[in-house]
């Protein structure tokens, strides 16, 4: 064990706003899979580790798997399914400190947050390096959207050239974001950074992938559209797993279709646009994260820092999550504009009475994945 004191929040990025949801309580058995940090620990040999359905048994039959239980952990009770497992699961905090003293064996890291912690040994990692794999829920099957952009159905319907112009800078922000993941740590990291500026450009990088790749591995040509095929996924294991106190919500949920929460319109028009050129009809809007500023989000800081939104005649004000309010009821209240959350959680929201519809998917991927130590699923 390689005990440290963690000075970074290892926050679940869906986590404290993620609207109130109770949780009930496939396809790759392939390789680990472990990428190189610099100024880590020297690799470990990967040629005797389990497979990653021999590594699941393992770890749910030891009762070591864990996940926030915060709205992200569909995934996980997907995941267990398909092997034929009980899907229940340990209640992880928001370090890795569990992970580090193996009371959890399996357990949950977004790519870009957690499992960078778990790798790297800058200011608040564990350094772990090579000596550790995780298992991709992309390649599993068992898949979930992440950050969408999201507003009212109401707004969308007064101010439809607001919605197309913002959607057009941001893109172009999140464009930039892309191509440069550097440049916009450095400018999410100057707007007042919730983590060190070495897990900013990090969280950067495995951002920029989450953006330009999709669940099958595909590069994305056409940055925030929304891909039906992987909604479809999303809202199917949701309502599988998905379980709400309320029995009219919970019968509203089952009910939904992709046409009730989303709309592909405004996207097509901000993307379709040659010049950029839009009537708004709101000139200062809002949007609101789903947590502290860092490089989940870094899109909209590159769009306000490179003058994107002034382009298009907005002022837009960066709201961050992590406040009283979540992101849908934000919203849906009209405290703010435009959010950021999962299809899930504003499918949930819509469900429970909320008028919100999804106008872009940022995240073309899931970010999550369950982060092993090699030495603790050794093939027999």
Known sequence: MKKRTLKLMSM???????FAMMAGC?????????????????????SAVMSNEEIIKKAAGEGKVSNWGIG????????????GLPTEYLSEDFTMDAFDDDSSTLASAMTYNELGLVKNDYDGGYGYGDTV?????????????????????????????????????????????VANPEEA????????????????????SEVAKLVSTDMNGNTVTEVGKIDDEAMQQTLDIAKQYVTLDDSAAQDAFSKLTLDDIRDT??????????DGKFNVEKSEVSIQLKWLPQAQFMGYYVADAKGYYDEV??????????GDISETTAVNNGTVDFGVTWPTNMAVADAGGMDLVEVAQIYQRSGMTLVYKYDNFKAE
């Open 313 to 322: 005649g907005l002022k837009v004000n960066i709201v961050s999550g992590g």
């Open 265 to 274: 319109s405004f996207y097509e028009a901000a993307a379709g646009s040659s």
């Open 12 to 18: 679940s990025l869906a986590a404290v706003m993620t």
């Open 72 to 83: 992200n952990e569909y995934e996980i009770l997907a995941l267990l399914a398909k092997y």
């Open 26 to 46: 496939g396809s790759s058995s392939g390789e680990a899979k472990s990428d190189t940090p610099a100024g880590t620990q020297s690799a470990a040999d990967t």
């Open 185 to 204: 740590a450095q400018i999410v990291y100057e707007a007042g950074s919730s983590v060190s500026q070495d897990h900013q450009s990090y969280m950067a």
């Open 133 to 177: 794999g995780y298992i991709d829920m992309n390649d599993e099957g068992v898949a979930m959207l992440e950050d969408n952009i999201f507003c009212k159905k109401s707004f969308a319907a007064e101010n439809p050239e607001t919605v197309k112009a913002f959607l057009y800078a941001s893109l172009k922000g999140w464009e930039y974001a």
